[in-house]
């Protein structure tokens, strides 16, 4: 289980740094990073307009990959497995529990009732 909850934190922060780094390639209203890079440009890999939607598509895929390893993670630290008694292990533990509180008041009464007796040496 180590193994899985490092994985899902490894596969977070780089989702993580991946969305940061998308968000700021993508083009906004004024000058912004993307621009220095060459976005802007119709002639490019992604064509006028195919580079925002590459970029936003990916932006958003990383940001649910980045949702699900949250939720994850969050699963799998409220995790707290017990153990396991078995099927007779269970019977046995709730049969005395319930009847030891029903015997323990009793005992007391007895007990509070009936003088105690002196010892005898012999």
């Avoid at 193994?3 to 004024?30: M, W, Y």
């Avoid at 029903?102 to 007895?110: G, H, R």
């Amino acid at each position: 289980m180590a193994i899985f909850k490092t994985l899902l934190v490894i596969v977070q922060v780089l989702s993580a740094l991946g969305v940061i780094g998308l968000v700021l390639l993508q083009h906004g209203k004024g000058a912004d990073v993307g621009a220095a890079f060459g976005s802007g440009a119709s002639g490019s890999l992604f064509g006028a307009t195919g580079s925002a939607n590459f970029l936003s598509r990916t932006t958003a895929v990383l940001a649910a990959l980045f949702f699900c390893c949250t939720l994850g993670l969050t699963l799998l630290g409220n995790y707290k497995p017990s153990a396991s008694l078995g099927v007779m292990g269970a019977a046995q533990q709730s049969a005395p529990a319930a009847a030891a509180p029903a015997s323990a008041p009793a005992a007391a009464a007895a007990s509070a009732s009936a003088p105690a007796a002196p010892a005898v040496p012999k």
